[in-house]
């Protein structure tokens, strides 16, 4: 598949759980000015039955753009604060016992 806007191959860089994830995700890109296009649903007469968001949506990019999309996704996905759990022996920081 060729992106008409781009001039290149588009390739699928992600599965999204559901059109709301998928939305979330190409807005990302598309804010860092990686074009993704609108993924063309897999049923041709949807039933537009509310509260079923479970399909999964294809993430297609520009190939030539795919290892920074890969990037941004991966950096979505990926939490950025790790919780540092404390061992049950140990009070945590700032905590005070009488």
């Known amino acids: ?3 008409p806007t781009n001039k290149g191959p588009l390739v699928v860089i992600h599965v999204a759980g559901s059109s709301t994830e998928a939305m979330v995700i ?8 990686i074009h993704s296009p609108e993924p063309s649903g897999p049923d041709p007469f949807p039933t537009g039955t ?44 700032g905590s005070s016992v009488d």
């Not at 996704?73 to 790790?82: H, N, S």
Request: net charge negative; aromatic share 2%.
């Open 1 to 3: 598949m060729t992106d």
């Open 26 to 33: 190409r807005g990302l890109l598309e804010s860092a000015g």
């Open 50 to 93: 509310p509260g079923l968001d479970t399909a999964a949506v294809n993430i297609q990019v520009p190939k030539s753009q795919s290892q920074d999309a890969k990037r941004i996704i991966g950096e979505y996905l990926t939490p950025a604060d790790v919780l540092e759990i404390q061992p049950d022996d140990q009070d945590p920081p």
